[in-house]
Antibody
Protein backbone atom coordinates (compact mmCIF):
# COMPACT_ATOMS: atom_id res chain seq x y z
CA UNK A 1 0.00 0.00 0.00
CA UNK A 2 1.31 3.44 -0.93
CA UNK A 3 1.73 5.63 2.14
CA UNK A 4 2.88 9.19 2.66
CA UNK A 5 3.29 10.43 6.22
CA UNK A 6 4.13 14.06 6.90
CA UNK A 7 5.73 15.31 10.09
CA UNK A 8 7.43 18.39 11.46
CA UNK A 9 4.54 20.81 11.66
CA UNK A 10 3.86 22.96 14.67
CA UNK A 11 3.67 26.46 16.06
CA UNK A 12 6.43 28.87 15.05
CA UNK A 13 6.89 32.62 15.43
CA UNK A 14 6.97 34.95 12.43
CA UNK A 15 10.46 34.97 10.96
CA UNK A 16 11.16 31.50 12.28
CA UNK A 17 12.01 28.27 10.49
CA UNK A 18 10.58 24.79 10.28
CA UNK A 19 11.50 21.64 8.39
CA UNK A 20 8.75 19.34 7.17
CA UNK A 21 9.38 15.71 6.32
CA UNK A 22 7.39 13.20 4.30
CA UNK A 23 8.13 9.50 4.74
CA UNK A 24 7.15 7.43 1.74
CA UNK A 25 6.51 3.69 1.55
CA UNK A 26 4.87 1.12 -0.67
CA UNK A 27 6.40 2.28 -3.96
CA UNK A 28 9.77 2.95 -5.62
CA UNK A 29 10.29 6.46 -4.26
CA UNK A 30 13.25 7.22 -6.51
CA UNK A 31 11.09 6.83 -9.63
CA UNK A 32 8.52 9.50 -8.84
CA UNK A 33 8.45 13.29 -8.75
CA UNK A 34 7.12 14.64 -5.46
CA UNK A 35 5.21 17.73 -4.45
CA UNK A 36 4.10 19.94 -1.58
CA UNK A 37 0.64 21.49 -1.59
CA UNK A 38 -0.81 23.59 1.23
CA UNK A 39 -4.24 24.62 2.41
CA UNK A 40 -4.84 27.55 4.71
CA UNK A 41 -7.62 27.04 7.28
CA UNK A 42 -10.99 27.18 5.52
CA UNK A 43 -9.36 28.02 2.19
CA UNK A 44 -8.51 26.29 -1.07
CA UNK A 45 -5.49 24.35 -2.22
CA UNK A 46 -2.24 26.07 -3.17
CA UNK A 47 0.62 24.36 -5.01
CA UNK A 48 3.90 25.07 -3.20
CA UNK A 49 6.75 23.15 -4.82
CA UNK A 50 7.70 20.18 -6.98
CA UNK A 51 10.87 18.14 -7.33
CA UNK A 52 11.66 15.60 -10.02
CA UNK A 53 12.72 12.05 -9.24
CA UNK A 54 16.46 12.79 -9.48
CA UNK A 55 16.18 16.35 -8.10
CA UNK A 56 17.16 17.72 -11.50
CA UNK A 57 14.03 19.86 -11.75
CA UNK A 58 12.80 21.94 -8.84
CA UNK A 59 10.03 24.53 -8.94
CA UNK A 60 8.46 26.87 -6.40
CA UNK A 61 5.38 29.02 -6.17
CA UNK A 62 6.22 32.73 -6.28
CA UNK A 63 4.76 33.08 -2.77
CA UNK A 64 7.50 30.89 -1.26
CA UNK A 65 10.43 31.25 -3.67
CA UNK A 66 13.58 32.31 -1.86
CA UNK A 67 12.20 31.26 1.53
CA UNK A 68 11.36 27.56 1.08
CA UNK A 69 13.63 24.76 -0.14
CA UNK A 70 12.38 21.38 -1.32
CA UNK A 71 14.70 18.39 -1.24
CA UNK A 72 14.61 14.61 -1.20
CA UNK A 73 16.72 11.69 -0.05
CA UNK A 74 15.99 8.72 -2.28
CA UNK A 75 18.04 6.42 -0.07
CA UNK A 76 15.78 7.27 2.86
CA UNK A 77 12.52 7.42 0.85
CA UNK A 78 11.96 10.88 2.21
CA UNK A 79 10.84 14.31 0.98
CA UNK A 80 11.58 17.54 2.82
CA UNK A 81 10.49 21.16 2.87
CA UNK A 82 12.75 23.62 4.65
CA UNK A 83 10.73 26.73 5.46
CA UNK A 84 12.54 29.91 6.50
CA UNK A 85 11.39 33.47 7.16
CA UNK A 86 7.92 32.19 7.92
CA UNK A 87 4.96 34.57 7.75
CA UNK A 88 1.45 34.46 9.15
CA UNK A 89 0.15 33.77 5.65
CA UNK A 90 2.16 30.53 5.56
CA UNK A 91 -0.20 29.08 8.18
CA UNK A 92 -1.72 26.01 6.54
CA UNK A 93 -1.94 22.27 6.40
CA UNK A 94 0.96 21.10 4.27
CA UNK A 95 0.37 18.02 2.17
CA UNK A 96 2.98 15.82 0.60
CA UNK A 97 1.77 14.35 -2.70
CA UNK A 98 3.30 11.91 -5.13
CA UNK A 99 3.03 12.28 -8.89
CA UNK A 100 0.43 9.89 -10.29
CA UNK A 101 2.88 8.17 -12.65
CA UNK A 102 6.60 7.57 -12.54
CA UNK A 103 8.44 9.96 -14.83
CA UNK A 104 11.61 11.99 -15.04
CA UNK A 105 9.63 15.23 -15.01
CA UNK A 106 6.86 16.47 -12.67
CA UNK A 107 3.45 15.71 -14.15
CA UNK A 108 1.41 18.06 -11.95
CA UNK A 109 -1.00 15.17 -11.30
CA UNK A 110 -0.96 14.49 -7.56
CA UNK A 111 -1.83 11.01 -6.37
CA UNK A 112 -1.83 9.97 -3.62
CA UNK A 113 -1.66 12.59 -0.88
CA UNK A 114 -0.56 12.29 2.71
CA UNK A 115 -2.84 13.35 5.57
CA UNK A 116 -1.00 16.63 6.03
CA UNK A 117 0.79 18.42 8.82
CA UNK A 118 -0.37 21.73 10.28
CA UNK A 119 1.99 24.69 10.36
CA UNK A 120 0.88 27.67 12.43
CA UNK A 121 2.85 30.90 12.23
CA UNK A 122 1.88 33.19 15.08
CA UNK A 123 3.47 35.26 17.81
CA UNK B 1 -2.74 34.47 -16.82
CA UNK B 2 -1.99 31.81 -14.21
CA UNK B 3 -5.45 31.83 -12.62
CA UNK B 4 -8.11 29.15 -12.72
CA UNK B 5 -11.69 30.19 -11.98
CA UNK B 6 -14.38 27.93 -10.56
CA UNK B 7 -17.95 28.57 -9.43
CA UNK B 8 -17.93 28.60 -5.60
CA UNK B 9 -20.96 26.33 -5.24
CA UNK B 10 -23.07 23.97 -7.32
CA UNK B 11 -25.97 21.71 -6.37
CA UNK B 12 -27.45 18.63 -7.99
CA UNK B 13 -30.39 16.37 -7.26
CA UNK B 14 -29.57 12.82 -6.29
CA UNK B 15 -29.08 10.69 -9.40
CA UNK B 16 -28.89 13.63 -11.77
CA UNK B 17 -25.94 14.88 -13.82
CA UNK B 18 -23.81 17.84 -12.81
CA UNK B 19 -20.99 19.65 -14.55
CA UNK B 20 -18.33 21.58 -12.65
CA UNK B 21 -16.30 23.99 -14.74
CA UNK B 22 -12.85 25.57 -14.54
CA UNK B 23 -11.72 28.48 -16.69
CA UNK B 24 -8.26 29.78 -17.39
CA UNK B 25 -5.96 30.75 -20.24
CA UNK B 26 -3.48 27.99 -19.41
CA UNK B 27 -6.17 25.40 -20.15
CA UNK B 28 -5.72 26.16 -23.83
CA UNK B 29 -2.27 24.53 -23.52
CA UNK B 30 -2.49 22.10 -20.61
CA UNK B 31 -5.01 19.55 -19.42
CA UNK B 32 -6.69 20.04 -16.07
CA UNK B 33 -6.74 17.49 -13.31
CA UNK B 34 -9.56 17.31 -10.76
CA UNK B 35 -9.49 16.58 -7.03
CA UNK B 36 -12.25 15.68 -4.62
CA UNK B 37 -11.90 16.73 -1.00
CA UNK B 38 -14.28 15.76 1.77
CA UNK B 39 -14.26 17.54 5.15
CA UNK B 40 -11.25 16.69 7.26
CA UNK B 41 -9.70 14.54 4.54
CA UNK B 42 -6.85 14.89 2.07
CA UNK B 43 -7.73 15.54 -1.56
CA UNK B 44 -8.17 12.62 -3.94
CA UNK B 45 -7.36 12.69 -7.67
CA UNK B 46 -10.47 11.83 -9.70
CA UNK B 47 -9.56 12.89 -13.26
CA UNK B 48 -6.24 13.59 -14.97
CA UNK B 49 -5.03 14.14 -18.51
CA UNK B 50 -7.50 14.14 -21.37
CA UNK B 51 -10.08 12.05 -19.46
CA UNK B 52 -8.38 9.46 -17.27
CA UNK B 53 -9.61 8.03 -13.98
CA UNK B 54 -7.22 6.63 -11.40
CA UNK B 55 -7.90 3.13 -10.18
CA UNK B 56 -10.88 3.03 -7.83
CA UNK B 57 -12.62 6.14 -9.13
CA UNK B 58 -16.16 5.36 -10.31
CA UNK B 59 -16.89 5.73 -14.02
CA UNK B 60 -19.62 8.28 -13.29
CA UNK B 61 -16.75 10.81 -13.12
CA UNK B 62 -15.51 12.13 -16.46
CA UNK B 63 -13.53 15.07 -17.76
CA UNK B 64 -13.55 17.19 -20.88
CA UNK B 65 -12.04 20.36 -22.21
CA UNK B 66 -12.83 23.03 -24.79
CA UNK B 67 -10.85 26.18 -25.36
CA UNK B 68 -10.10 27.78 -22.02
CA UNK B 69 -12.62 25.70 -20.08
CA UNK B 70 -12.22 22.30 -18.45
CA UNK B 71 -15.18 20.42 -17.05
CA UNK B 72 -15.74 17.64 -14.56
CA UNK B 73 -19.01 15.79 -15.11
CA UNK B 74 -20.64 13.49 -12.59
CA UNK B 75 -23.31 11.37 -14.27
CA UNK B 76 -25.80 10.10 -11.72
CA UNK B 77 -24.53 11.95 -8.67
CA UNK B 78 -24.52 10.02 -5.40
CA UNK B 79 -24.76 11.29 -1.85
CA UNK B 80 -21.12 10.36 -1.30
CA UNK B 81 -20.09 12.74 -4.10
CA UNK B 82 -20.90 15.74 -1.91
CA UNK B 83 -17.51 17.40 -1.47
CA UNK B 84 -15.27 20.24 -2.58
CA UNK B 85 -13.82 19.85 -6.06
CA UNK B 86 -10.65 21.56 -7.24
CA UNK B 87 -9.23 21.85 -10.73
CA UNK B 88 -5.50 22.05 -11.25
CA UNK B 89 -3.23 22.74 -14.19
CA UNK B 90 0.03 24.41 -15.04
CA UNK B 91 0.56 28.11 -15.37
CA UNK B 92 1.67 29.76 -18.62
CA UNK B 93 5.33 28.93 -17.93
CA UNK B 94 4.45 25.25 -17.79
CA UNK B 95 6.55 24.77 -14.69
CA UNK B 96 4.28 25.90 -11.91
CA UNK B 97 1.11 24.28 -10.67
CA UNK B 98 -2.04 26.29 -10.12
CA UNK B 99 -5.35 25.36 -8.47
CA UNK B 100 -8.79 26.77 -8.97
CA UNK B 101 -10.57 28.22 -5.96
CA UNK B 102 -12.74 25.13 -5.55
CA UNK B 103 -16.42 24.28 -6.02
CA UNK B 104 -18.57 23.03 -3.17
CA UNK B 105 -20.93 20.39 -4.53
CA UNK B 106 -24.16 19.76 -2.66
CA UNK B 107 -26.21 16.66 -3.50
CA UNK B 108 -29.87 17.33 -2.73
Amino acid sequence: EVQLVESGGGLVKPGGSLRLSCAASGFTFSSYSMNWVRQAPGKGLEWVSSISSSSSYIYYADSVKGRFTISRDNAKNSLYLQMNSLRAEDTAVYYCARDHSSSWYPSNWFDPWGQGTLVTVSS
Amino acid sequence: SSELTQDPAVSVALGQTVRITCQGDSLRSYYASWYQQKPGQAPVLVIYGKNNRPSGIPDRFSGSSSGNTASLTITGAQAEDEADYYCNSRDSSGNHGVFGGGTKLTVL
